[in-house]
């Protein structure tokens, strides 16, 4: 059993997200979906939210979990029995954080890898950042997140 965490903050889960999810289940048995509880980001969607909206989104993929992660992703990838981490790569200014972060959290455990998938060109551009930008803004989100999120936004910034 092949098994990949994919972590992140999905504040909300959009697009790009998925397109890495999919690629992901190519390689791997299970992909593991682990929300990031403790982010220092102060997020726009709840935890509950965001846990919603993923599997709202994944639930018509076979062999996604969803799951909050609270702590060291290096800790959690282990107690799940995982062999990688997956994360996205967009362009060149993801890079130097990315490798960062993986450098590191391969001296915190080397037994877990860590993989960077690219996403479809038409989602290079997408991030969770700039959809709330065009959210808050009145702008039509609905070509990057799923109705379930275009939702969300609508029911959060009615006032
Ligand atoms: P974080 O706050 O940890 O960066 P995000 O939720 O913003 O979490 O993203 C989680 C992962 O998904 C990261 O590896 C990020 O680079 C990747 N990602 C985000 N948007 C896209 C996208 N449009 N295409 C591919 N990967 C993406």
Redesign the pocket.
């Known amino acids: 059993m092949r098994r990949a965490i ?6 909300p ?5 998925v ?2 999810i999919e690629r992901a289940r190519k390689l791997f048995d299970e992909v593991v979906v682990a929300v ?1 509880v403790n ?1 220092q ?1 102060q997020p726009f969607f709840s935890l509950a939210e965001r846990l919603e909206f993923l599997r709202e989104v994944t639930a018509p993929i076979s062999g996604v979990k969803v799951a909050r992660l609270d702590g060291l992703l290096m800790r959690f990838a282990v107690e799940q029995g995982a062999q990688a981490v ?5 362009a060149v200014s ?1 890079f130097e ?2 490798f960062q972060m993986a450098l590191m959290n391969r001296k915190l455990e080397a037994s877990v890898e860590t993989i ?5 060109e038409d ?7 700039i959809v709330k930008e065009i959210a808050r803004l009145g702008g039509d989100v609905s070509n990057f997140v799923a109705p379930c999120v275009v939702k969300g936004f609508a029911e959060k910034l009615k006032r």
Do not use: I, Q
């Open positions: 994919y972590p992140g903050s999905f504040d889960v959009t697009n790009g997200h397109d890495v990031a982010d980001k997956v994360r996205g790569l967009r993801d954080f990315e960077f998938l690219m996403p479809k989602y290079t551009y997408l991030s969770s950042r």
